[in-house]
């Protein structure tokens, strides 16, 4: 892993957030490409190489023969202004793929794309975030302090990043490069808000797009520093360590370094810290039996009796894994391969012969029959933090982020919702007296103006109360508002009338049409009056109260994407099925109501379009 002293402060005159996710929207203003020169291509690779700190012949491989420059025009995410100056460059390889880019006109700001980074991983610091979020990022979203997984501790704001995926045993490629928003150690020191990383680029942006479009490199295994793999003579050993115990044979379920027990050290930002310690198998065999005692005062006791015989393997990984403590500092796996026990069946018979729990034997396995939680050892047990505590915080971390990003995304997607009116049968001549199109959509402010302009053209203002219209004295304003009096059937038009009355009658004679605009999509324009999305709560399976959602389809919502994140936010199973008239309705288990009012709040679906109702209590009477 690098330092950050070479990519940090490239230039005083360009902010982190004027830097915001640069090609989120297409690159335009683009000049010609052309090569660089020999001396040039010399003079950029020198200044990569000390940038950040490399070896001539990685540096050879960075900034290859037959790299081309361009300049462009990048979006720079401040509003209302959509595209900067073309004053950007971008370098690109012989075959096209863009490997830097640098912004302004200080001449040591120098940005490394995805595709560099797939060829060099370790050339900026990276930090980790779980795969739900890297869509998120794509979208449009910045890094959030809860969904940085882990972090190098030595990184002040406005260093250069990258950002990859980890799972549970597992690191991805970066997948986004960035800068961060707030020095790292705040980050370890309890800071839970805000902004981690303002992400300037990623995977499948418009940048990536230039290139060759190349599927990122495979995730590589996530090994903890300090934990060498066991020899064939010691797993010939464990597996005859304790050969007269039922359940010897029995293959265990592979811990592994758990990382949130175990972190790793090129996670933490560089080689094994002074304060990692391994462990001796007596530690891992005391630290397995404090979490065993652990497991009797908690999750064990708490069980009913009918959860008994319990099988061995279900009792060690169910209740004994989670309960070790937490360490971040131990590299050694808290587990039975690593104890002086050797094997699952040696451990819970000692145990057995402290009292503390009872087995039968039952081929091929042995069971637990008792669990004694009342035993003196465990009820001087003081309680210690956890691995199953701290995995449980750090996946509410992440679906805490996952749903404040993906807020923050629809948060762009503003949506629209216009009503729209066109001249039709008796109104027309009314539009064609002022000389408008006949065939035009209106909105209610320019119908509004289009009537007062009519009004005061034939002078129709009742001169004795000017709040009122003389509606008869003019025979085209008449049939406009109240239909022609030789229609059959019709309602005699009133002698008066007050503006507002006068552009309600307009309106509901008019052809009515609304448009949806949603983001900087193309708005959808369509005939006939919106109607609102129906929230309704019935009784479903005899006395199971549900949520339906139907009517989203003309706001463009998908009914899948919708039962997803219904799911996610109201913590309760959602399906999907179809309803007359080609539409789908999303169902939620439960009284769902303020959920789905906010989720289609962050959807920026406007209030007046949801309609919410609730016929469970009709029912109860």
Known sequence: MIGTRGVRNFSQTITITRLALMFKKPIGDTKTSAPLRSSERRKLRTRTAERFQLASEIADNLVPDGLLSQKISAYNGEPGVSMQSATDVLYLSGDGDPLWFSVGKGPDELIPTVYTLWKHPTLLPVLTTPASVIPVLVGGADLMVPGVVQAPVDMSAGTLVG?????????????????????????????????????LHTWKDHLWAIGSKGDPPEAVPVVAVGVEAASDDDQEKDGCADGNHEG???????????????????????????????????????????????????????????????????????????ARPFSRTATTPVDIKHSTFKSLSAFLRTAEKG???????????????????????????QRHRTVGEEDERRRRAEERETQRAADTANAEKKMAVTELWKPHLGTLPLFEDLGLGTGALYTLAEVKSTLLAYIEKHDLVNRVEQQFLNVNSDAVFSAALYGSPNTKGATPAPEFAKREDALSALCSRMQPWYRIAVGGDPPITKKGAPRPISVAIKVRQGRKACTLITGFEPFQLSADALAEALRVRC?????????????????????????????????????????????TDKKKK
Do not use: C
């Open 355 to 381: 009292g503390l729990l009872k087995l039968k034997d039952v081929r091929p396995d042995a069971v637990v029959v008792a669990v004694y939680s009342t035993h003196t050892d465990v009820v001087s047990h």
């Open 163 to 199: 950002v990859a995926e980890v799972a549970r045993d597992a690191r991805g490629p970066p997948l986004a490069v960035g800068r961060m928003a707030i020095d790292a150690d705040k980050i370890d020191n309890g800071v839970t808000k805000g902004k981690a990383v303002i992400v």
């Open 248 to 322: 010897a044979d029995a293959p265990l379920p592979s811990t592994g370094p758990d990382p949130a027990e175990h972190p790793p050290a090129e996670a933490q930002g560089g080689p094994v810290s002074e304060v990692e310690e391994k462990l001796t198998p007596e530690e891992v065999s005391s630290r397995l039996r404090t979490a065993l005692l652990q497991a009797l005062g908690t999750t064990l006791a708490a069980l009913p009796s009918s959860a008994f015989p319990m099988p061995t393997t279900t009792l060690y990984t169910v209740h004994i894994l989670p």
């Open 571 to 615: 913590a309760s199973s959602t399906s999907v099925s179809p309803v007359t008239g080609g539409r789908d309705e999303v169902m939620v288990q439960g009284k769902q109501t303020s959920g789905v009012l906010e989720l289609l709040g962050s959807l920026r679906v406007p209030r007046k379009w949801i309609e919410v109702s609730d016929v």
